[in-house]
């Protein structure tokens, strides 16, 4: 009688336990009893993978659908097996998905996408090599309840170009990757719709010229634009950044806080298109040297910053204390190294609520350890912190000195630390004494220490 109260017998002392499992975790958990089934199903099922390869019947399936959040079809699976709508989902993942919502007789998948009330998230990854029809967007269309839609590898022709700028109308979250143009027809940005007054977020990662220099046809027509990112392959083509300034100059892109740029683009473009930007929260550059005229643009939006990535941009040593030294709101920074001699002989950082921070220390001597350290020490609300250098021209025998007596012990004022990265420093931690290497770990046990 008295096992029946058992803690561990509430479902709601169970449902609190199950947050940390992981589905694979949860399966044996949920073969224990049928309280525990209840709940830790809930886990086992939450995101769910159709393919060839399923271990589990039709009817497993069918008896658990109403726990499934997220819904993975990959190539070669059945769709007529599920059944549908499903209470909690979520999110759907179509892959290489033409044969399973391009055509009439397949009104499973139609009839998922639309008849879930809940759904938010679709994804659909194509096969690249070949064209899909206007039939697909017809039927997302109707699923108006959507708010994000991501699209890998789509070859469209004309009649499709149209139906996909239909189904967009109503979406908040817009990802187009490595889309291409079916015979070379239609214009793919210019055919979208007047206004898209929803859309967000944008994040483009194109490979043909025409779409990365038409792109812009979307950008402005999207006039609560927060987050705009921008990605090329293409080796020759540089995004139009004087483009962007010119837009934003017509009143476009007035509330956005985030931009993402991994292509090729010409400095003195970036630097007239920041001067004008409107006070950016997120910045990130995937590629390219940072010059100066453009340092001092971006010197402007240092007050509202709250993340910069510069992890694969040339970005100086001066810049990255610079950065350091002025923007009070940082709470993520990534840059590729920075000497001690620029840290010790620059001001105090201002940056104090860093909570994340991805940097390669370069000495002079080791006798620079402990200032490195202190200044480390200093950041106490980080929770990552990756201070190996990442590129082999800036390692050298000047790495940090990971010892107690070169000032490692300044490490313990980072009580909320998690993760402490430095593998690519590892010649300098291999090197250090063993009773140190211990101290470290003796003394950090909460935090997962990378080497």
């Known amino acids: 009688m008295e096992s029946n109260y058992h803690p561990l017998n509430v479902p709601e002392i169970l449902f609190m336990l199950s947050k940390y499992f992981s589905a694979k975790e949860a399966v044996k958990p949920s073969q224990v009893c049928r309280t525990w089934n209840k709940v830790f199903n809930n886990v086992v099922w939450r995101e769910c993978t159709i393919d060839r390869n399923a271990m589990f019947s039709v009817d497993t399936l069918h008896r658990n659908a109403h726990h499934i959040r997220s819904l993975a079809y990959n190539v070669g699976a059945s769709i007529e097996a599920f059944p549908a709508p499903c209470k909690q989902l979520r999110k ?8 399973l919502i391009g055509f009439p007789e397949q009104k499973q998948a139609s009839f998922l996408i639309e008849k879930n009330p809940n759904l938010e998230d679709l994804i659909i990854r194509f096969d690249r090599s070949k064209s899909h029809s206007e039939l697909i967007w017809t039927r997302v269309k109707g699923a108006s309840h959507l708010r994000s839609l991501e699209v890998r590898d789509a070859c469209f022709d004309k009649k499709a170009i149209g139906a996909f700028w239909k189904a967009c109308r109503n979406i908040k979250w817009l990802s187009l990757q490595r889309i291409i143009r079916h015979n070379g027809e239609g214009d793919f940005f210019k055919r979208s719709e007047a206004s898209y007054p929803n859309l967000t977020h944008v994040a483009l990662n194109l490979s043909q010229r025409y779409l990365v220099l038409s792109q812009l046809e979307l950008i402005n027509r999207c006039p609560s634009l927060t987050t705009l990112s921008m990605k090329t392959n293409d080796s020759t083509t540089m995004v139009p950044l004087d483009g962007m300034r010119v837009s934003v100059g017509q009143g476009n892109m007035s509330r ?36 100066k005229s453009t340092f001092l643009q971006l010197e402007r939006h240092f007050k509202t910053l709250d993340r910069l990535d510069m992890y694969d941009t040339g970005f100086s040593s001066e810049m990255v204390q610079q950065v350091m030294e002025s923007c009070p709101c940082l709470t993520r920074l990534s840059a590729q190294w920075l000497e001690a001699t620029t840290v010790l002989a620059g001001r105090p950082w201002q940056c104090l609520d860093l909570r994340m921070l991805k940097v390669g220390f370069c000495l002079a001597s080791t006798d620079q350890s402990r200032g490195v350290f202190q200044h480390l020490g200093q950041l106490t609300k980080l929770t ?9 021209r800036f390692i050298t025998d000047r790495l940090l000195d990971f010892r107690v007596e070169s000032g490692m012990d300044e490490l313990l004022h980072l009580k909320d630390l998690q993760v ?9 931690w291999s090197d250090s004494d063993p009773a140190d290497r211990e101290w470290l770990r003796e003394n950090m046990r909460g935090v997962k220490i990378v080497v």
């Open 384 to 392: 990552l912190l990756k201070i190996g250098v990442k590129h082999r």
């Open 256 to 291: 956005l806080e985030s931009l993402a740029i991994d292509a090729n683009y010409d400095e003195q473009e970036l630097a007239r298109c920041l001067a004008v930007l409107p006070l950016l929260k997120e910045f990130k550059m995937g590629r390219g040297v940072f010059i």
């Open 420 to 428: 402490l990265d430095i593998e690519p420093a590892k010649p300098s």
């Open 92 to 99: 759907i993942t179509l892959d290489n998905s033409q044969a």
